[in-house]
């Protein structure tokens, strides 16, 4: 059973940082594309970045480029979430998503549903 529990959200002051985690279980870590998601209120829920099963491959959507970074250590079956310069609208309830399938580049993630997904950390970022 594939689980994904993240950990690092909070509350943080518009052009501060934070780093989110994602702990995966259940599966060989290393062999799957990962990536983040978020949802603020009242809103759907929008791609924010995602890396290939090496990790030699990112990316981002446009309103976190440059300032968000994704990593993983396949060793500590570990994905993360680097956010500096935040702002007011980066607030939204932060997930993380693996693939079902095996050695993908993790491309296709901005239009996927089909992933499997974490509970959720919630970032707020005050003005």
């Known amino acids: 059973q594939v689980q994904l529990v993240e950990s690092g959200g909070g509350l943080v002051q518009a052009g501060g940082s934070l780093r989110l985690s994602c702990a995966a279980s259940?599966?060989?870590?290393?062999?799957?594309?990962m990536g983040w998601f978020r949802q603020a209120p009242g809103k759907e829920r929008e791609f924010v970045a995602a890396?290939?099963?090496?990790?030699?491959?990112?990316y981002y959507a446009d309103s976190v480029k440059g300032r968000f970074t994704i990593s993983r250590d396949n060793a500590k079956n570990t994905v993360y979430l680097q956010m500096n310069s935040l702002k007011p609208n980066d607030t939204a309830v932060y997930y993380c998503?693996?693939?079902?399938?095996?050695?993908?580049?993790?491309?296709?993630?901005?239009?996927?549903?089909?992933?499997?997904w974490g509970q959720g950390t919630q970032v707020t970022v005050s003005s």
């Open positions: 998503a693996g693939d079902r399938s095996t050695y993908n580049s993790g491309s296709s993630f901005p239009t996927r549903k089909n992933l499997y």
């Open positions: 259940g599966r060989t870590f290393s062999a799957y594309a």
């Open positions: 890396i290939s099963w090496n990790g030699r491959s990112t």
